[in-house]
């Protein structure tokens, strides 16, 4: 098993330009789950998804987008990048109430 | 109030010590607990289920006080490479919620 995957592993954006992040996992696993990091803080969820086809808003939403059409898949939209997005974005999964997996994350810059 | 609180730390420890971590949540019906470990610029690893009974795994002893909401994470005879942040995590089927982490740092 692979796991949770992500791509690209760094990227660098210019202001207003977008980018899909990639996210896939092989566990079969229902829950699947985007964060964004900030250096030096915690995790915050951006958005979640509990099942193809089905997607909720985490705490920090804003200028995200996710769709959800396959239970591998779990791509995130970034629509006009801004400097404040630049952060590091971990995608995970779970099911039931086990752990998480996480993803290595992807490393975006927006200048 | 945040959902999971934690002392950010640093915990500055000297190798073979003995260091413990404590983290309270507010959420009274969650239902999973863990602690994860998350190296610098990497993504959180688990570390530990935590049951109500209290469980270890070799020198990491973990505990849970439901009735205070309460977390704790013991380390004994600290090594070089547990220096990491250590992140408390509860919740249940659709979420978890991690706390912000504490520091810890393992010198020689």
């Known amino acids: 098993n692979a796991g949770v995957t992500q791509t690209p592993k760094f990227r660098i954006l210019k202001i207003g330009q977008s980018m899909t992040l990639q996210c896939t996992q092989d566990?079969?696993?229902?829950?699947m789950y985007w964060y964004r990091q900030d250096p030096g803080m915690g995790l915050k969820l951006i958005y979640y998804?509990?099942?193809?086809?089905?997607?909720d808003k985490g705490e920090v939403p804003n200028g995200y987008n996710v769709s959800r059409s396959t239970t591998e898949d779990f791509p995130l939209r970034l629509e006009l990048a801004a400097p404040s997005q630049t952060s590091v974005y971990f995608c995970?999964?779970?099911?039931?109430?086990?752990?998480?997996?996480f993803g290595p994350g992807t490393r975006l810059t927006v200048t | 109030r945040k959902e999971v609180e934690q002392d950010p730390g640093p915990f500055n420890v000297p190798e073979g010590a003995t260091v413990a971590f404590n983290c309270t949540y507010s959420?009274?019906?969650?239902?999973?607990f863990f602690w994860y470990r998350q190296d610098c610029r990497k993504e959180p690893k688990l570390l530990m289920s935590?049951?109500?009974s209290g469980n270890e795994d070799g020198r990491f002893t973990a505990q849970l006080n439901r009735a205070s909401q309460y977390i704790s994470l013991l380390i004994r005879d600290s090594k070089l490479s547990d220096s990491a942040t250590y992140l408390c995590?509860?919740?249940?089927?659709?979420?978890?919620?991690f706390g912000a982490g504490t520091r810890l740092a393992v010198h020689p």
């Open positions: 566990m079969n696993h229902n829950y």
């Open positions: 995590v509860t919740g249940g089927y659709n979420k978890l919620t």
């Open positions: 998804s509990v099942g193809a086809g089905i997607t």
């Open positions: 959420n009274s019906a969650s239902q999973s």
């Open positions: 935590v049951y109500s």
């Open positions: 995970a999964s779970k099911e039931g109430a086990y752990e998480q997996y």
